[in-house]
C-alpha cells in the first residue's frame, strides 16, 4: 500500500500539466494582477485578457452589503461585479485530490468550457457564467474552504503558471444559468464534518427554508 501512495500522487500530478510545483493557497494568493485587463507574466507565455465591468455595474454595486473582500453581496441578479482569483490541481490544499473536482468528475479547461469554484451557497453546482471579455462558458462544479461566505469565485487552471497570470481580477461575470441547491445540498449533506461544507449547507438550508426538495433555482 506504501508503494501505492507516491505512484497515485504521481498520477495525480500528471493530470495537472508539466507545471508541477507545489504552491501554498496563501503564498499565490499574493502574486498575480489585481487588473482586469491583460496580463502576461514575465516568465512565461500565459495570458488572459479580460474587458473592464461596465461603469452601471459597478454603480449599482455600490449600494449592496459587503463581504469579507469589500465586494457586494447579490441575490438574484445575473450581472455581477465579482472578485475571482484562480487555483490549480497541484496546490498544497487540492493535491489530494488530483485533477477532480467536488463532484468527482475532471476539472475542464477548455477553449469552450472551463471549471470554478465558489461558495454553493452563493453560486450553486451546475451556475454557469461568463466573463466580459473572454469567450469561454464557465460552469461552477468545486469549491473551497477561503470562498465560503463570500462572493469570490475561483477560476480553475491548469497550471501554476496559468494561476499566477490570472492573479486577482475584479471582473463582470453574466450569469446564463443557475444551478441546482438542491444537487449542492445533497453533495454538502455528506460532507459536514468539514466547516465549510457544514456551513455552506447550512446557508442553503437557510435560503430554502430546510425544504432542499425545492432547491432549483
Known sequence: MRLLIPALAALFLASCGNDIAIVSKDRA??????????????????SYTTSSPSSSVVSAASSKSRDKHGMPLYTNERLRYVRT???????????QYGSKNACGTPLRYTNSVRSAAADWSVYPVGTKFRIKGMPQLFVVDDYGSALTGTGTIDIYTPTRAHMDAWGTRKVEIAVVQWGSFARSAELLSKRTGYSHCRQMYAAIQRKLGGNVATASR
Do not use: K, P, V, W
Open 29 to 46: 494568493r499574493q502574486s498575480g494582477s489585481s487588473s482586469s485587463r491583460s496580463f502576461l507574466n514575465s516568465s512565461n507565455s500565459y
Open 85 to 95: 482569483t484562480a487555483y490549480t490541481c497541484s496546490e498544497s490544499d487540492h493535491i
